[in-house]
Each structure stands twice: as C-alpha cells, then as structure tokens.
C-alpha cells in the first residue's frame, strides 16, 4: 500500500496535478508544507501590525477606509492559510504557540517600523508587490488546498498594490514635503522588500527540495529578479529613485542588473534581531491572550448546537 502511494505521489507530481489532503504524501513533504504554509500564515496575520498603527492616523476617511479594508484582508489571508495547514494535520493553537514561542517564522519585511504615511504606500507598492510576485506562481503549487488559497491571495494583493501605487503616485503629485516623505520611504524599504525572496540560490537549504515537489516553481533568485524587472518601470513612471547605484538596463540578459542586498542583516532579522521583532511578537502575544473569550465563547456556542 506504502509503495502504491508513493507511486501514485510520484505520478501526480510528474504528471503536474495536485495533491489532496488524503492522498498519500511522504512526511518530509507534509513537514515542509506545513513549515512554509504556517509561515506564510504568520506572515499575514504580523503583517497586519505595521500598517495597523495608521489606520487611526490616517490623513483622510477615504485613506482610512481603504487601509481598514485592507488590514482586514490580510486578517482574511492568514485564516484561508491556517485552514490549508490544518488540511495536513497541523493544529491552529499549536501554529500560534509555535509563532509566539519563536519556534516558526514569519516573513522579515514585517520586522521594519513605519515612520511616516508614505510607508503604507511602499508597503503596498513594493511589499505587496513582492508578495505577488512570490505567490502568483503559488496559485500552481503541488498542494491543492494551498494554491486555491492562493488565487484569492494574489487577487487581493493585486489590489493592495494598486492602491499603494495610487497612493504613492497621489503624494508625489502633493506638496515638496510629501514627495521627499515617499522618496525618504522608498530608501528605507527597498532593500528589505528585495530581502523577502530569501536567502540567495547557493545558500537556500529548502529550495532544491521544494523545486522538485512543485511547492516552488521558481527559485529566490528567479523571483527576485522578477520584481526588479516589473518594479523599475514603475518607479520611474511615479518619478523615484531606487537606492541602487548599479540598478541598470542589461540588454545582453533582458533584464536589469542590481547590487546584492545585504544577507547578512536578512540573517539577523530572521532569527529575531531586526528593529521590531521583539514587538510584533509580544503584540501577537497580547492579542492571542485578550481573544480568549472569543475562542471560549466560540467553543461554547458549538457545544450547545451540539458540533
Ligand atoms: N523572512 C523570514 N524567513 C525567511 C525569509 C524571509 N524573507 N526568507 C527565507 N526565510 C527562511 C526560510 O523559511 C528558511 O527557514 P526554515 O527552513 O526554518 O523555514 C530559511 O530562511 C532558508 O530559506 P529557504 O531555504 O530559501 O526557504 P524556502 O525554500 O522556504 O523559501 C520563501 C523561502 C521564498 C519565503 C518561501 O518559503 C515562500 O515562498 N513562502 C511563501 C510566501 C510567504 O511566506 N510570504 C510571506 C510574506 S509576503 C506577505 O505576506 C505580504
């Protein structure tokens, strides 16, 4: 029966179909998905912090409206991503206590402050932008529950973007003070967005692994390059600058070329020294323990209709 299901794994992945929850799968592929699923969840879900703090300081209600709605999409992201671990087993309260005791990660970028407004755009454009770019080939990934997930995601984030770049391309049209705020903005998170593919191909210890089971299609290099590529000519359009001094047209490669991002400072906010890790988490901390009524609630609601 062992050897039947792993055949069957085998055909599936070669022949590009998808793996269900009740397929049979090797546990080293269960453990992986389970690691990146989880960690996107929680990526989603501490994402929401950094651009939270404005909604209250939003400078209008229609920028108000737009960022609630959007910090409430990210909310929708990280339950369709929980809900696609917990088809592979995983429990939900053990994926929370895993993020809060820093035994499982979430993405690096969310480990930056935002100073000022123009941030909630450059998240938008660039972060999100990254996101798309990252996810939209997940919409293929071997895992069923995770790409149908997936297609939602990246339509959502689509429009995170756009609102960003509409955002942005507002402010530069604004005042001189609102378009040194984007530009000083910019600065600040274009390395950190470029940081979020990973570590570079030779030093990415999951990707081989994670190419040949189709969870990846593309490698952190690949899709680094990707957003580069889709990001120059917009920032041009919107009249910014990217920090990069050797960003540059290569028409030999048809792409442009660029400086390598600092992997050693990626290193450190992945095990937990980047400027905000301490308090994402503790946030995350606090507000998992003030919903426990919710939870308690939610539970006695389901014991009387008899769930
Ligand atoms: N932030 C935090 N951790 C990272 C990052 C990052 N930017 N990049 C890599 N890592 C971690 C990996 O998770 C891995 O650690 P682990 O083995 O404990 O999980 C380690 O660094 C080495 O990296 P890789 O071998 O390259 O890991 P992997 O093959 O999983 O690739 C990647 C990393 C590209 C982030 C992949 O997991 C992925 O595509 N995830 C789904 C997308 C996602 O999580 N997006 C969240 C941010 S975008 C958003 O939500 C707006």
Same mark, same amino acid.
């Given at each position: ?42 990526? @989603? ?5 950094? @651009?939270? =703090? ?90 069923? &529950? ?24 507002? /402010? ?23 940081? /979020?593919?990973? &570590? ?34 917009? %920032? =041009? ?33 992945? %095990? ?16 998992? @323990? ?16 008899? =769930?």
């Amino acid at each position: 029966e062992f050897a039947e299901g792993q055949a069957r794994f085998e055909e599936t992945i070669a022949a590009d179909q998808r793996v269900e929850p009740r397929d049979w799968m090797p546990e080293a592929y269960r453990a992986t998905l389970v690691r990146q699923i989880a960690q996107h969840a929680h990526s @989603e879900i501490i994402g929401m912090q950094p @651009e939270g =703090e404005w909604i209250t300081r939003a400078p209008s209600l229609r920028r108000k409206a737009i960022l609630w709605a959007k910090v409430q999409d990210e909310a929708g992201h990280g339950l369709y991503l929980y809900g696609a671990a917990e088809t592979l087993g995983a429990d939900r309260a053990e994926l929370t206590r895993a993020l809060v005791e820093g035994r499982q990660k979430y993405s690096s970028i969310f480990n930056y402050p935002t100073l000022t407004f123009a941030d909630v755009g450059v998240i938008g454009w660039l972060v999100d932008g990254a996101a798309i770019c990252n996810q939209v080939p997940l919409c293929r990934t071997s895992y069923g &529950p995770y790409a149908r997930a997936m297609v939602r995601v990246c339509k959502e984030e689509s429009f995170h973007q756009r609102q960003g770049f509409e955002l942005l391309w507002t /402010m530069m049209r604004g005042t001189r003070a609102q378009r040194a705020m984007v530009r000083e903005a910019v600065d600040r998170w274009w390395w950190p967005t470029l940081m /979020m593919f990973g &570590p570079p191909d030779a030093a990415s210890p999951n990707s081989a692994r994670s190419m040949a089971w189709r969870v990846k299609r593309h490698s952190n290099d690949e899709l680094r390059q990707r957003f580069v590529d889709m990001t120059v000519p917009q %920032a =041009e359009r919107l009249g910014v600058t990217l920090p990069d001094e050797r960003l540059r047209w290569n028409p030999e490669r048809g792409h442009y070329d660029f400086g390598a991002p600092d992997f050693a400072e990626l290193a450190r906010v992945i %095990a937990g020294d980047g400027p905000c890790n301490a308090e994402r988490v503790r946030r995350r901390a606090a507000a998992h @323990e003030e919903g426990a009524w919710v939870r308690a609630a939610a539970r006695a609601h389901a014991a009387r209709r008899g =769930e």
